[in-house]
Structure formats: C-alpha cells, structure tokens
C-alpha cells in the first residue's frame, strides 16, 4: 500500500510539473557553460565526478574486460518490470553481480546476485572467464569504496570527523595511488547532519553489490526524450536508485566503447550538451527553479553520488551514440533481503509444526491467532517474494552459475511444509467443537493471509473466471463470487505481452504451480473455494 501510494504521489508531482510547464523547458547546463561549476558546487556538491585518468590502468583494464567477457557470453538481460500495475521491459539490459545470498529489489522486481568469488562460499562459474569478470568487480568495489570514504571526508560531514579507518590506507596501497584528495568541493549548505542519526561512514560505503548496466542505442527502435529539459534521448528515466540504505552513496563506473569517430561532437555548434556522449543528468527533484546538469561521461570515468542526494535529486543517464557498460556500486538495503534473512524467517514459522514419534503424524503446536498470522505472513513472504520472483526470470541466472539452485529448492522444499501447515490451520478451523469468539478470531486472521495469497496468485498466474451462485455444502446461500476455471494459461505476470518478447530461455515461469489433480499438494492452487467458506463460516460463528 505504501508503494503504491508512493508511485501514485510522484505520478502527481510530475504531472504538475509538466503542467507548469506546458510548452517551455527548464534550463540545463554542461561543462561548456560559464556558471555550470559554480552551479555544481552551490546546488550539486555532494555528486563527486572523477575523470578516467584518476583510476589506476591495471583496473581499468581489468573492469573493462571483464564487461566484455560478460557480454560474450550473453550474461546481460533486460528485466521484466511493472509500474502501475503494467509490465515493461527494461531498455536497458542488466545484471547483479555481488556478495552471495543478496538479492536487489526495483519496480516490484527482486535480482539475484551472481555472487562474486567470495571466501567460505563454493560457487561454481560456467567459465573461468565469468569468475575473473567477477573478480575485476570485487576489486572495483574495493576501489570505489575507498573513494567513497575520501570523497565525504572532504565533505566536512559531522560524523566524518572522527572516522578513522586503518583499511583505507592499506587497501589503498594495493592500488598503488595516494591518499590525497584530487580537487576540492565546496560544502553544500544541506550538509549539516546530526552525528548520531545515521550509521557509520563505512557502513554508508560498505557496497555490498553492484548493478551492471549494458545497452547499444542504435540497436533500440525507441529511447524516450527528457521531458523538463529537451535533453534528448534518454536511456534511463529519471529517478531515485530504490532499496538503499538510508544516506548510503552510490558509486558508477561508465564504460562507453568510444572509438575516433565516437568521440563526440566538439566541432559542432551544439546548443546543450552532446547528442554523441553519454551523459549522466542531475536535478533537484520536483523543482523548477534550479537550472540542471548533464555531465559527460567517457571511458573510465567515474562519479560518486554522496550522503542524501539520492533522495533529494533525481537523476537520469542521456543515451550516446555507443554502446555502454555502467557498474553502479550500492549499499543496498539487505534487512529483508538475503538468504540468511528467509531462512531464519521460514525456522521461525516451522517451529510451530510437530510430528508425532510414533504415527509421524504432522500437527501444529499453538492455534493461536498471532502464531497463525506469523505464520501464513511468512508463507506469502516465501511464495511471492523469493520462490515466484526467482523463477520469473526464467532460467537466466544459469548462464553464469548454478549457485541459486540448492537454495531455492531447499526454501521450496520449506515453503512445501507450510502448505501443509496451512492445511491443518484449515482444519481445525473447521472444527464445530472449538468455542464460536475464538473460532471467529482465528478465521478472521486465517482469511485475511489467504485472500492475500489468492489476489497474489491471480497477479502471478490468472486464469479466466466465472460466477458461481450456488451454495455450500451445507445449504448455506454463498454471495455471487468470481471463481477460476480449469483454463490455464494465460497468466499476468508470467505470460504478459511484455514477456512474449524475451528470448526462450528468459521468459517467467509460473512456479510453484500445480494442478487439482495433484496428489501431493494438500491445498488446491486456487484458494477461491476455501476462502468463500471460511466466509460464510465467519457469518455462522456469528
């Protein structure tokens, strides 16, 4: 409810925003522009840009191989996404790569990450060549971190005065390049924060993965146009990077495969910035006062978006003529969002479950309300954020590793038990003999997790509906309700026009799914039956 009421909330500011606007643009300036640094340092000093030439040529070469070896082995894939209850595919095409059991949640669609060669984890590439691309991407991150940490020391943030980090130093060293700070930046009068309302500067740089971005605007048919500005084409819309950390940076590595006729267009006489260049472009969100930037980004470049400018600028990246790698380095925000995380959510639910020594009968050990809410919350969480959000994406993830395959078959086999659970909740919920308030309180909860796993299987997985009017068993009148038929596919999400698009071996799967003929399964996939009774059983207890 909250996203949504979010999207609905930005949908509104831009529509006045384009409204105030009607046939005018806002201002932008590039390099070119007298006042585009004085502009920089007053209303965007907490984006820290620096130039190729600034990152050691060992890792330069190591990162840029390593996207290429990426894109040979057709690691790079566009995402299925969905705004506003619409699935669209992404122009950009993508792929996570970063600390093992991370996952990256954007527009209602959860990445997993190819996990980077990590002590104490056994993952097995498809090549040797994935392992070193991924390997160049752990010395980047280390790289960036570090720039990370310098860059807001510069800053004269309150909590940064009394940062000491020996590892800096030491890490730095590898590199082979100084501590000194290359240039200044003036402090931005927004930089005035309470030293202990936030987490530490190196938690804020701790990034944990890293969101590689691809795309060739010459292979598009269509790239959208800025629409405040007059920009031009536009690779990624503007907008806040989701999921992160609270004032954590970002960092990103851009890598356009210019040659001598991509360079650009300097010899033109060009109004705005260069149609040729990629661009990254910053504004202050919602408003039309401060003139924007479009800064140009070439080979190796790189720039660190710092502190709070994620959440009060928007950002969008200006298509050039070539194509381009991007790494964006993020702390992204884990909390529910990790293996380790899931798993301790499903042990908590499977501690309710019991089996008999004798019989090996399974039954459940508290009927009460709030174990039974826990539980059924956890069950949604397994289906619909991990379970069905993996197998969406098809079998893309295998290009460059199995790794996610043990853990998702272990959290399916977990989810499995909660089925079962759900079923005996179902039960003795049914049962005359228990008292008619407690009764109705544990059905009142029961329903609201099944209603809640029904409307998310018919987003999944739809299928064409009819109306029943009929009673129940027991002669009791049902109200008209919608109920499936036996016609599967098509499905929402799984079978959308978007998907139909997506090569073979990307486009979603609908799973779990499973038939009424399905022995093993004790509930139907279609809980439309199950939760009018508990309906009508609600109206009897009362």
């Not at 209602?108 to 980077?116: A, D, E, G």
């Not at 529910?336 to 020594?357: K, V």
Request: aromatic content about 10%.
């Amino acid at each position: 409810m909250k996203r949504r009421a979010g999207e609905r909330e930005k949908e509104l500011k831009k529509k006045k925003l384009l409204e105030q606007l009607g046939e005018n643009r806002l201002p932008y300036m590039t390099p070119a522009d007298a006042d585009f640094h004085h502009l920089w340092k007053t209303k965007y000093s907490k984006l820290i840009f620096r130039k190729s030439d600034a990152v050691p040529e060992e890792l330069h070469q190591m990162v840029q191989e390593g996207f290429l070896t990426l894109r040979e082995h057709n690691c790079f894939f566009q995402d299925l996404v969905r705004i506003k209850e619409k699935d669209f595919i992404t122009p950009v095409s993508r792929i996570l790569i970063g600390k093992p059991g991370c996952t990256y949640k954007y527009l209602n669609t959860r990445l997993f990450t190819v996990p980077w060669p990590t002590e104490g984890y056994d993952i097995k590439y498809c090549s040797p060549q994935i392992h070193d691309a991924c390997k160049a991407l752990i010395r980047l991150n280390e790289y960036l971190h570090i720039e990370a940490i310098k860059a807001l020391q510069g800053q004269n943030l309150p909590e940064t005065k009394e940062i000491k980090d020996s590892t800096v130093t030491d890490r730095e060293q590898n590199f082979g390049v100084s501590l000194q700070e290359k240039g200044s930046v003036s402090k931005d009068q927004s930089s005035s924060v309470p030293e202990d309302d936030y987490g530490s500067l190196k938690q804020r740089t701790s990034f944990n993965l890293t969101l590689l971005n691809y795309m060739d605007p010459l292979q598009m048919l269509y790239l959208k146009q800025e629409p405040y500005f007059g920009m031009g084409n536009m690779a990624v819309s503007w907008h806040h990077d989701e999921n992160l950390v609270e004032r954590s940076t970002v960092a990103v590595y851009s890598y356009s495969c210019e040659g001598p006729a991509m360079e650009g267009s300097n010899d033109q006489k060009l109004k705005g910035r260069d149609p040729a260049v990629w661009h990254v472009g910053l504004k202050v969100a919602w408003d039309i006062e401060t003139p924007g930037l479009a800064i140009p980004l070439h080979q190796g470049d790189f720039y660190l978006m710092l502190d709070d400018l994620n959440m009060t600028h928007q950002h969008c990246v200006l298509a050039g003529f070539p194509p381009r790698f991007s790494s964006t380095h993020r702390v992204a925000d884990c909390s529910r969002g990790t293996l380790d995380y899931i798993f301790g959510q499903c042990e908590l639910a499977l501690q309710n479950l019991q089996t008999d020594p004798d019989s090996r009968a399974l039954s459940l050990k508290s009927l009460e309300t709030a174990v039974i809410k826990q539980v059924e919350e956890i069950h949604n969480e397994v289906e619909f954020e991990w379970l069905r959000q993996f197998w969406f994406q098809g079998k893309r993830y295998l290009k460059c590793t199995d790794w996610w395959l043990n853990p998702m078959a272990k959290l399916e086999e977990f989810w499995r038990k909660m089925e079962i659970m759900t079923s005996l909740v179902l039960s003795e919920v049914r049962k005359k003999e228990r008292i008619g308030e407690q009764r109705n309180e544990a059905i009142s909860c029961f329903l609201i997790a099944l209603t809640e796993r029904q409307k998310l299987r018919q987003v999944w997985a739809a299928r064409k509906r009819s109306v029943d009017l009929s009673g129940d068993a027991e002669g009791r009148e049902r109200r008209p309700r919608l109920s499936f038929t036996s016609a599967w596919p098509p499905s929402e999400r799984c079978q959308s026009q978007a998907a139909e698009n997506l090569p073979e071996d990307q486009k979603p799967e609908c799973h779990p799914f499973w038939t009424d003929e399905d022995c093993n399964m004790p509930l139907p996939y279609d809980l439309e039956d199950i939760i009018a009774d508990l309906q009508n059983l609600v109206q009897w207890v009362e």
